[in-house]
């Protein structure tokens, strides 16, 4: 498994087929490259094959979110999230603020997260 904590080279099409198999849905792939150009992707690669990746979006010094954390399923419970999930600590400049998926909240707690401020949304 290879790790890398910027991966500027992120390619939208492999996030998308990542994305596919976690979150099903409709994406765009104009939109999804222009996204992961604004976050620092942190990626687990199995060979060629991404298998892993958490975005961070952050500014810098006052905040810092995880947009989200994907792991195929096929490969989860390998420690790839978990991974992923502390070299996003190690690196990002602020403390990360981000909303967990219902029934993955044992994961989050496992790997030292500490619960937090109640989410809300506005929606488009």
């Known amino acids: 498994m290879e790790y890398k904590a910027d991966d500027k080279q992120l390619d939208a099409?492999?996030?998308?087929?990542?994305?596919?198999?976690?979150?099903?849905?409709?994406?765009?792939?104009?939109?999804?490259?222009?996204?992961?150009?604004?976050?620092?992707?942190?990626?687990?690669?199995?060979?060629e094959r991404l298998v892993g990746c958490l975005r961070v979006l952050t500014d810098g010094y006052f905040f810092g979110t995880i947009t989200e954390l994907l792991v195929l399923p096929e490969y989860q419970g390998r420690g790839i999230g978990s991974r992923?999930?502390?070299?996003?600590?190690?690196?990002?400049?602020?403390?990360?603020?981000?909303?967990s998926q219902p029934g993955v909240?044992?994961?989050?707690?496992?790997?030292?997260?500490?619960?937090?401020?109640?989410?809300?949304?506005?929606?488009?």
């Open 13 to 47: 099409a492999k996030f998308l087929d990542l994305a596919e198999k976690v979150w099903p849905g409709s994406y765009d792939i104009v939109k999804t490259a222009e996204a992961v150009s604004k976050t620092v992707n942190i990626t687990a690669y199995d060979g």
């Open 84 to 99: 992923l999930l502390k070299m996003a600590s190690d690196s990002a400049p602020t403390m990360l603020y981000f909303g």
């Open 105 to 124: 909240e044992e994961f989050y707690e496992k790997n030292g997260c500490k619960k937090s401020l109640q989410s809300y949304i506005i929606e488009k």
